[in-house]
């Protein structure tokens, strides 16, 4: 059935499936200029603590009762980069931009050697924060910044490539893998 409302124009299923994956993930908001001045982040700097909101997601979301090598390596790892990372540029750890999630993953991958380590040990720490944080109305999250740089195409992209691969089991993400790489290849 073909949705009658649906906006042909909104270019929401053109681009990569891993763009297209991310902009359905994203909600209404697909990029930071699409985010209302009342929903942006430089009017809550003050307002959020990360440590507390980083400490809040552990507890709630179960990640203090994994093994202590994943709450040291995997975790605290991927928390101590992103909050170094951002200490050294003066960003707010909860309230980054597309730009800095998509400059700090490709350094990141510097030191990984492979995309599933990078999306594993850094990645996936940050965004399941980040997401906790959108589901909860006490955090001014009204979108994810992190899902966003996606759509750059660039290292971010990679990671959440990375992260669609996973869905193996999934046989309508199969069928348009198999399409996109048919189309892909007869185009070259």
Not at 83 to 108: M, V
């Amino acid at each position: 059935m073909i949705e009658t409302n649906y906006d042909f124009e909104s270019g929401h299923h053109e681009g990569s499936i891993v763009v297209q994956d991310a902009l359905a993930h994203l909600g209404v908001y697909k990029r930071v200029e699409d985010v209302p001045t009342r929903h942006s982040f430089e009017k809550f700097l003050d307002d959020v603590d990360a440590d507390e909101a980083w400490e809040q997601f552990w507890e709630e979301t179960g990640v203090v009762d994994l093994s202590e090598h994943t709450r040291k390596y995997k975790y605290g790892k991927a928390r101590r980069e992103w909050w170094n990372y951002c200490a050294k540029r003066g960003i707010h750890p909860a309230l980054g931009d597309p730009t800095d999630f998509e400059e700090h993953f490709s350094k990141q991958m510097e030191e990984m050697s492979t995309y599933k380590s990078g999306h594993d040990l850094r990645f996936r720490p940050l965004y399941l924060w980040h997401r906790w944080m959108v589901w909860h109305t006490e955090y001014p999250q009204r979108y994810n910044p992190m899902l966003m740089a996606v759509l750059f195409e660039g290292t971010t992209a990679d990671l959440w490539r990375t992260r669609l691969h996973d869905r193996k089991n999934d046989p309508i993400w199969n069928a348009n893998a198999e399409a996109e790489a048919q189309l892909t290849q007869s185009n070259e």
